[in-house]
Nanobody, 118 residues
Framework: QVQLVESGGGLVQAGGSLRLSCAAS????????MGWYRQASGKQRELVAS???????NYADSVKGRFTISRDNTKNTVYLQMNSLKPEDTAVYYC????????????WGKGTLVTVSS
């Protein structure tokens, strides 16, 4: 019903920047919250940032001041601008959206790997 495709991951040196994108497609009547999560090797998945349909944002303490989440409702796309990257930001990044398709539900992307070298 709904597919999410992430892009923008890759290898970057510490202090560098990356921009992740996540586009939703399929039967979409409305999108509420959109967010980015990450899962480092051997750790639990954690919330990085989220944004409501009205544009209110929330960030994990570890990324405040370095990451910026935004969305383009005309494209059903959420972005994560990541600056001043640190090796501890290395993880698979997943987007999650709360979508009204045939009913409301949460949908996840397959993830994109971000590797920050020291």
């Amino acid at each position: 019903q709904v597919q999410l495709v992430e892009s923008g991951g890759g290898l970057v040196q510490a202090g560098g920047s990356l921009r992740l994108s996540c586009a939703a497609s399929g039967i979409i009547l409305s999108i509420n919250a959109m967010g980015w999560y990450r899962q480092a090797s051997g750790k639990q998945r954690e919330l990085v940032a989220s944004i409501t349909s009205g544009g209110s944002t929330n960030y994990a303490d570890s990324v405040k001041g370095r990451f910026t989440i935004s969305r383009d409702n005309t494209k059903n796309t959420v972005y994560l601008q990541m600056n001043s990257l640190k090796p501890e930001d290395t993880a698979v990044y997943y987007c999650k959206t709360h979508v009204l398709s045939r009913s409301w539900g949460d949908y996840w992307g397959k993830g994109t790997l971000v590797t920050v070298s020291s």
